[in-house]
């Protein structure tokens, strides 16, 4: 498939999706302290190529009865397109006419939207 071809195609799949990812993780060593990290990150493509990111970061460290939490979010808007990097498809997200971010991208099937190799979860904005 020609390149314009497949990221017209592409940029059609994207156009008015929410790319959605998350993960966490839990620890507790032998003295029964613990640790607990997650992140959530969603990017909003909306069908005038805005988009909108938005990064939730909450960790919490539990020892000698002690609680400590953190909570840290981060968000930002621009402009998106897809375009061929290093001869593949690339999204790619401009804030200030700079690239803020670019992840080579493939359609996963039903709801599933590869970005570098790793699985997000693609939905219709509401």
Known sequence: MPADRETTDLAEVLSGRVLSRAENQFD??????SSYFERSKAIFLHEDRTFRY?????????????SL???R????????????VT?????????????AACWHTRDGGAGVQY???????????R
């Open 87 to 99: 001869d593949r498809p690339a999204l790619v997200l401009r804030q200030d006419g700079r690239v």
């Open 73 to 84: 979010r981060q968000s930002g808007e621009g402009t998106w397109t897809v375009e061929v």
């Open 115 to 125: 970005l570098d190799g790793e699985p997000w979860s693609r939905h219709r904005i």
């Open 28 to 33: 507790r060593d032998r003295s029964g302290a």
């Open 54 to 66: 938005e990064e939730r970061t909450f960790s919490q460290v539990c020892a000698a009865g002690m």
């Open 69 to 71: 939490p953190s909570e």
